[in-house]
């Protein structure tokens, strides 16, 4: 089976720009969470979604928006780039993401590096 | 913000050598993960433990958690040159959805 696939591999913005990064899950998967790491440091929570719905958001700017569709696919876009905005884009899949519905193990994609100039 | 601190930050061994990664954390868990990254590419789950449990095992990996200390070790025997990478704990928890907190990481260099 496939595992998380996100799109594009790498990508080059300026200041000021809008990006949008793609991710599929795992088939079978409802749950789907975006997190940012900075070079150096631990990913940073940024977002998740189930069924459509987010069900958080980490300590991130407007700038910073996401959707999931039907298929559990999500996107995240981010706005007015800045170049502290460069950083690796990690899409991780669960299948539910909601406590007593077992372990939910998220499984991670191989992520999207950003760089703004 | 970061909730768990890994100890050491770097770690260089031998293969073969055991390897030691601790980490700690602040808040109440309902689980505790470890991630390996190699190359700054994506996470590779490793193993999870729960909050109502003390060890546990997969392969040549060993967790243990305290919760009373609020620390968890990652124990890899017998390493490899292939065990190269950054080693993350992460951990988990439900406020309204599930997000995991990681820590900083170690990164571990098993010299050949």
């Known amino acids: 089976d496939a595992g998380v696939t996100q799109s594009p591999t790498h990508l080059i913005k300026t200041r000021g720009q809008q990006v949008t990064l793609r991710c599929s899950p795992i088939?079978?998967?409802?749950?789907v969470s975006w997190y940012q790491q900075v070079l150096g440091q631990g990913p940073q929570f940024i977002f998740q979604?189930?069924?459509?719905?987010?069900?958080g958001r980490g300590n991130f700017p407007d700038r910073f928006s996401a959707r999931q569709f039907p298929n559990y696919s999500s996107e995240l876009n981010v706005n007015a780039l800045l170049l502290g905005d460069s950083a690796l884009y990690l899409c991780?899949?669960?299948?539910?993401?909601?406590?007593?519905?077992?372990?939910?193990?998220?499984?991670f994609g191989p992520g999207t590096r950003l760089t703004v100039l | 913000s970061q909730q768990g601190e890994e100890d050491p930050q770097a770690l260089s061994i031998q293969e073969g050598e055991n390897a030691t990664m601790n980490c700690s954390y602040k808040?109440?868990?309902?689980?505790l993960q470890w991630y390996r990254q190699n190359s700054g590419r994506g996470l590779v789950h490793l193993i999870l433990?729960?909050?109502?449990?003390r060890e546990k095992h997969s392969g040549r990996l060993r967790v243990t958690l305290d919760t009373s200390k609020k620390s968890s070790s990652l124990l890899i025997t017998a390493s490899r040159a292939a065990d190269t990478a950054s080693y993350f704990c992460?951990?988990?928890?439900?406020?309204?959805?599930?997000?995991?907190?990681f820590g900083e990481g170690t990164q571990l260099t098993v010299n050949p």
């Open positions: 991780a899949s669960s299948l539910s993401g909601f406590r007593g519905r077992g372990t939910d193990t998220q499984y």
């Open positions: 088939s079978g998967h409802k749950s």
């Open positions: 979604y189930y069924e459509k719905e987010e069900r």
């Open positions: 808040t109440s868990i309902n689980n």
């Open positions: 433990i729960r909050s109502n449990e």
């Open positions: 992460a951990t988990e928890e439900y406020i309204r959805g599930s997000r995991l907190t």
